[in-house]
């Protein structure tokens, strides 16, 4: 299927790419704002202040783990991850 999707697009006009495009970056953005950038419980000045002092081990929030890049291109990124509870084991 996909396989023909793509081979569809290789018949496109001029006009239809960048409209393609800009709804797929719509697409990307709407989706960005909705499960990244709204939460109000993540923002970014916080998570400058949490790798400041907590260090990489420690949950921010309780629920994330934060990593970042080194920013040798210039600029360091920052990301979060989900963390996920594991079951204890149980001992007998």
């Known amino acids: 299927m996909l396989e023909d999707e793509l081979m ?10 960048p409209a393609y495009q800009r709804q797929r970056v719509r697409a990307l953005v709407l989706h960005a704002l909705t499960h990244f950038v709204t ?3 993540r923002r970014l000045a916080d998570l ?4 400041a002092n907590a260090g ?7 629920a994330y783990r934060v990593a970042t890049t080194s920013g040798t291109t210039g600029r360091r990124s920052i990301g979060l991850t989900k963390t996920v509870s594991q079951p204890r084991a149980e001992t007998a």
């Open 8 to 17: 569809a697009r290789d018949r496109w006009s001029r006009e239809n790419l």
């Open 39 to 41: 939460d109000p419980q």
């Open 48 to 51: 400058r202040a949490h790798l």
């Open 56 to 62: 990489p081990s420690q949950s921010y929030l309780g």
